[in-house]
């Protein structure tokens, strides 16, 4: 594993690289308020096993990456309303850092890969930088924050008070896993104390939690410009996701000419170990097919 940084869109953007430089670049682009942690470096390494060279990085505003600390604060509840007007930057802006970060590793090109809000950066990666993006997956994502909205429980623990300690960041994670989680798997507490307290560690910023959530919805809603993405296609979401429902997903898998839509039982919003496998599978199949069309032309 290698970690570095990259300045990028008057930001700096941590990033980590699993597998040899000479595998196909996958980046892996992670969701709201949370870390390159949570890319379990076990399924990376499954990335690599299938000839990837595999990039993690935190999103601006979380981890290691720049926090826009002097950025006007960003109020949460009247974004929920339809009032965006406090939000410092949308996912246009992620989706810019994440096309840098490519610049700044070298790389023309990647399959790119997103989860939750991730998933939305990535859609607009794909949007804004068609000849940056190999194939595109989505996953436990949506092209518009009305379309699978949470359930009113996954809204509480969405909203529920910052932590004011690092024990009680630990447990307020496993309890909103508890929540948003994959009812029909176990849940790996152990690993989810383990990487909720590190982040704690590298960076507890509850404001900038805010202004990602801000970003979210003050970026619109992607359906119309998704039928311009010509890249193959992955759309991956759960039947159980109470944070991002399927219909987030249906949307997106209907807005692209061609997608595929994988909708796997009983996951949540979450990635449980068990079902690595199949995604693993299934991102693989893609990439061969893109870079298979990509040799031809």
């Known amino acids: 594993m290698t970690t570095g940084t990259v300045q990028t869109n008057g930001v700096e953007i941590a990033y980590e690289t699993f597998g040899p430089d000479s595998g196909r670049p996958l980046l892996l682009v992670m969701g709201l308020a949370t870390q390159m942690l949570a890319w379990h470096e076990d399924l990376c390494q499954m990335l690599v096993g299938r000839g990837f060279h595999v990039i993690r990085f935190d999103n601006r505003d979380i981890g290691l990456s720049t926090h826009m600390h002097d950025a006007p604060p960003a109020d949460v509840m009247a974004a929920l309303g339809g009032d965006t007007s406090s939000a410092s930057y949308s996912l246009e802006d992620l989706a810019d850092d994440t096309a840098g970060l490519l610049d700044g590793l070298g790389l023309p090109t990647a399959h790119v890969v997103g989860a939750s809000m991730g998933g939305m950066i990535a859609q607009t990666v794909a949007i804004r930088h068609p000849d940056r993006v190999r194939s595109l997956t989505s996953i436990m994502s949506t092209p ?82 998704l039928a311009g993405v010509a890249v193959p296609t992955l759309v991956i979401h759960g039947d159980r996701d109470p944070l991002v429902q399927l219909a987030g997903g249906q949307a997106t898998a209907a807005a692209v000419p061609g997608a595929e839509l994988l909708v796997l039982p009983g996951m949540g919003h979450n990635f449980p170990r068990e079902l690595w496998p199949t995604v693993v599978d299934a991102i693989s199949r893609l990439a061969d097919r893109a870079d298979g069309l990509a040799s031809s032309s």
């Open 144 to 225: 518009s924050p009305s379309i699978g909205p949470p359930t009113p429980e996954a809204v509480a623990v969405l909203l529920a008070a910052p932590a004011t300690t690092r024990d009680e960041a630990v447990q307020r994670a496993l309890a909103t896993y508890e929540v948003i989680g994959s009812p029909d798997y176990p849940l790996d507490r152990e690993w989810l104390a383990d990487i909720s307290g590190q982040a704690y560690d590298r960076a507890y910023d509850p404001a900038g939690v805010s202004r990602q959530l801000l970003a979210i919805h003050a970026s619109g809603d992607r359906t119309a410009a």
